[in-house]
């Protein structure tokens, strides 16, 4: 492990460092089979407020598609697109890391699109000297159908509301692959991405705060991606996202015994809700399943009603923050019934995937090309 950096790990009080002036980002889109959407992020990146100068990367992981043409047939001045051999996707953004010309850096993965204001957003938070990295907003752009209206709840009162609570706490778990600004020489002093676990995005948060940078949360940092629009893709990213979270834990187990507070809170925080109590699940399912069926079915009801009454609280505090529809709270009772056993049934296949020592591989998935263009095979999400 990398010596500790010394640099304050609160949140200052008072006012907030601002930049003098703009300065130069660079942008990298890792991009493999990215033909249906790629013109779109490309476009979101390029129309951006941002006053600065901003160089955009696409590195082209060896795709079989028309990805690289496509990001290229535009003739942006300030696009460059790398090809290289499929090498996945840490490999990819250390290319992009290795070609850019700027300190500044943001990745951005090639199924996602930005806000105009989303760049500065990310940037100004960097003109603190103590932040390394600063995680964007992620939301879900294709709404329609059920299973997006479920991710959509779970960005939001999970993912999201995570992240606030992380900052708060100075133990963010992740800057996610979709949206994040880094220092690059924080990159480089770290190795640049690892290739040692399948959420590298959780890996490189984890690095960076054992380095001792603060990582924080700017919620006006919107990105729009596309999420699975069925069950069986959706089952292969998250069980991709648990299994690397589990090797991200499982590598970075010695900060525990470390001082200051990403150790013990941030992963003992995701010890009991993401692996132990999603276990646990099962048997309570059960259980209000036999006490239903053969004895009295009035507590289970009960129970399981003051469950959705809390969840929907914590439903409509998390929607108010994000600054979205409290309508969307309807489907927070059907998604008890698949969605949550969808969930818990992968923190099960990944703990015994990880347990049995198998080595999970990259799992692909199908774009629906949800910002415009064609579906394409095979995209990494």
């Known amino acids: 492990m990398h010596?500790?950096?010394?640099?304050?790990g609160k949140r200052r009080k008072g006012r907030a460092p601002i930049w003098s002036a703009p300065p130069p980002v660079t942008v990298i889109v890792p991009a493999y089979?990215?033909?249906?959407?790629?013109?779109?992020?490309?476009?979101?990146?390029?129309?951006?407020?941002?006053?600065?100068?901003?160089?955009?990367?696409?590195?082209?992981?060896?795709?079989?598609?028309?990805?690289?043409?496509?990001?290229?047939?535009?003739?942006?001045?300030?696009?460059?697109?790398?090809?290289?051999?499929n090498g996945g996707k840490p490999a990819?953004?250390?290319?992009?890391?290795t070609q850019a010309r700027h300190e500044l850096i943001?990745?951005?993965?090639?199924?996602?699109?930005?806000?105009?204001?989303?760049i500065g957003r990310l940037i100004r938070q960097l003109a603190d000297p103590s932040v390394g990295a600063v995680s964007g907003n992620t939301k879900v752009g294709n709404r329609r159908g059920m299973i997006g209206r479920w991710q959509h709840m779970e960005y939001v009162i999970g993912f999201n509301l995570d992240r606030r609570a992380f900052e708060l706490l100075d133990c963010m778990a992740t800057v996610p692959g979709a949206i994040g600004a880094f220092r690059r020489s924080a990159l480089v002093a770290?190795?640049?991405?690892?290739?040692?676990?399948?959420?590298?995005?959780?890996?490189?948060?984890?690095?960076?705060c054992r380095f001792g940078w603060r990582v924080v949360?700017?919620?006006?940092?919107?990105?729009?991606?596309e999420a699975p629009t069925s069950l069986g893709q959706l089952w292969k990213q998250r069980y991709r996202w648990c299994y690397g979270t589990l090797q991200a834990m499982w590598k970075h187990r010695r900060a525990v015994l470390e001082r200051g507070p990403f150790g013990r809170r941030c992963l003992g925080y995701l010890t009991m809700f993401q692996?132990?109590?999603?276990?646990?699940?099962?048997?309570?399912?059960?259980?209000?399943?036999?006490?239903?069926?053969?004895?009295?079915?009035?507590?289970?009801?009960?129970v399981w009603a003051a469950f959705v009454v809390a969840q929907a609280l914590t439903g409509w505090y998390a929607l108010?923050?994000?600054g979205e529809r409290v309508s969307a709270l309807w489907v927070l009772p059907l998604q008890q019934f698949v969605y949550r056993q969808l969930m818990y049934l992968v923190v099960i296949q990944s703990v015994a995937t990880a347990v049995l020592g198998v080595r999970l591989r990259w799992h692909t998935i199908r774009r629906e090309g949800a910002f415009g263009g064609p579906p394409t095979e095979g995209a990494r999400i």
């Open 3 to 8: 010596a500790r950096r010394t640099r304050g």
């Open 33 to 85: 089979n990215e033909a249906a959407g790629i013109q779109a992020t490309v476009r979101s990146l390029v129309e951006t407020d941002y006053e600065g100068e901003v160089e955009v990367l696409v590195v082209d992981d060896g795709s079989t598609d028309d990805t690289a043409a496509l990001a290229a047939a535009p003739g942006y001045a300030d696009v460059r697109v790398i090809r290289r051999p």
């Open 92 to 97: 990819a953004l250390n290319t992009g890391i």
């Open 106 to 118: 943001i990745m951005v993965d090639g199924d996602t699109v930005f806000e105009p204001a989303t």
């Open 190 to 208: 770290l190795g640049g991405v690892s290739t040692d676990t399948l959420a590298e995005d959780t890996d490189l948060t984890m690095a960076l």
């Open 217 to 225: 949360y700017e919620e006006r940092a919107l990105a729009w991606t």
């Open 275 to 302: 692996v132990v109590l999603p276990l646990l699940a099962p048997v309570v399912d059960l259980m209000a399943v036999y006490q239903t069926v053969l004895g009295d079915p009035l507590p289970v009801v009960a």
């Open 320 to 322: 108010r923050l994000d």
